[in-house]
C-alpha cells in the first residue's frame, strides 16, 4: 500500500463528482460563506427584519397608548370632580357616599 505524495489526493477522490469541479466548489465555498459567515449574511438580515417588526409592532402598540392616555386626561380635564369621587371617594358637605360594586 503505496503513501499518497498529496494527502488531500484520497479526500479529494472521495468527494462527489459535481464538487471535484473547482469552479462548482468555489461557488459552494462562496454561497456558504455569503450565506452564513458574512457581516451581511442572509441569517444577519433576517434577524434584523425580526426585530424591526418586533419593533413595529411595539411602536404601534405604544402609540395606541399614547392616544389612549391623551384620551383619559382630556376625559379628565372635563370631568374632574367625577373622578376624584369615583377613584378617592371624596364628597361634598353634608352629603353621603355609598359603593357598591358590582361583581365580575
Known sequence: ???PSNPFQSLWQRLPAPL???YYLTLVVFF????FLDRHSLW????LQRAEQRLENDKAFYEQKIKDAQEEAEDFDLTKEKFAREHYFMKRRNEDVYI?????
Open 32 to 35: 456558504f460563506i455569503m450565506i
Open 44 to 47: 444577519t438580515q433576517w434577524r
Open 20 to 22: 471535484q469541479n473547482r
Open 1 to 3: 500500500m503505496a503513501i
Open 100 to 104: 357598591i360594586r358590582e361583581k365580575k
